[in-house]
């Protein structure tokens, strides 16, 4: 079992950039995709941007296209969120979850850490 944490959360002016952080114990994220998610308040969570580990391929929702990029580091077991050009909108807690094997996928994923508050301010 892998158990996630997230860190790099914080506040930021619009326009800004943050990179979150999810590293993993427990086991390494070999053969893992690995996701990131944010729920603002009184919204449900929704898929921000995914990586699958071994090959590196990645897949982003429309709101995080050409603003986030999501990458790894083998040495540090580590997944990461580069967020740019941020926006009000992206206030959130932003979550890092991995799922073992299959494609890359918005969904359907087993481990989850305890998430990180975004707060962008206008």
């Known amino acids: 079992q892998v158990q996630l944490v997230e860190t790099g959360g914080g506040l930021v002016q619009a326009g800004g950039s943050l990179r979150l952080s999810c590293a993993a114990s427990g086991r390494t994220f070999s053969s893992y995709n690995v996701g990131w998610f944010r729920q603002a308040p009184g919204k449900d969570r929704e898929f921000v941007a995914a990586i699958h580990w071994n090959y590196g391929s990645q897949l982003y929702a429309d709101s995080a296209k050409g603003r986030f990029t999501v990458s790894r580091d083998s040495a540090k077991n580590t997944v990461y969120l580069q967020m740019n050009s941020l926006k009000p909108e992206d206030t959130a807690v932003y979550y890092c979850?991995?799922?073992?094997?299959?494609?890359?996928?918005?969904?359907?994923?087993?481990?989850w850490g305890q998430g990180t508050q975004v707060t962008v301010s206008s």
């Open positions: 979850a991995a799922a073992v094997g299959g494609p890359l996928r918005e969904s359907e994923y087993n481990y």
